[in-house]
C-alpha cells in the first residue's frame, strides 16, 4: 500500500467520524464538511428519508431531536474500493447506533440500529467528501 493510499483512508475516515459526531451532537452545520453540496442520501431503510443533501440536513434537525440529545455512534470495520483515478471510493463502515427515545409515560426506552453506511466518496479541493449514502439497517432493536 502506498503512503497516498493510507493518507486518503485516514481523511475518509476522519469524514466518517465527523459525520458520526455532527448527527450525535446536533451540529447539522458540521454535515457540511462531510458531504458535496449535490450529495444524495437514503435513510429509508430506517425510516427516514431519501433526497439531496440539502433537504436530508433540514430532514435530521427537524426528526433527531425527537431522540434523546445523548447520542451515540459506534463505527467499526471500514471497507474501502477506491476507483482506477484514485478520485473516488466506495467505502463500507460498519455501524451501531444507540438512542435514548421518549416512551410515552414519562421516561425513557433504548432503540437500536446496527448496519453499514454505504458511501461514495470523492477527492475535492476541500478534501475527501461523500457524494453518496445509503444508510443500509441490517438489524434493529426496541423500537
Partial sequence: MELQELIDRAEITDAITRYTLAV???DFDGL???FTP???????????VVDSYP??????????????????HLVGQVAF????SRDEAEVTAYFHNP??????????????VGGRYR???????????????????VWTRGF
Fill in 55 to 72: 433537504v436530508v440536513k433540514a430532514w435530521l434537525a427537524e426528526a433527531l431531536p425527537g431522540f434523546s440529545k445523548h447520542r451515540v
Fill in 119 to 137: 458511501h461514495t466518496f470523492v477527492r475535492t479541493a476541500e478534501g475527501w467528501r461523500s457524494r453518496r449514502l445509503h444508510e443500509q439497517v
Fill in 24 to 26: 450525535d451532537d446536533g
Fill in 32 to 34: 457540511d464538511t462531510v
Fill in 99 to 112: 438512542m435514548r427515545i421518549g416512551d410515552g409515560k414519562g421516561g425513557e426506552r433504548v432503540v437500536e
Fill in 38 to 48: 449535490d450529495a444524495h442520501i437514503d435513510y429509508t431503510e430506517s425510516g427516514g
Fill in 81 to 84: 474500493a477506491f476507483a482506477d
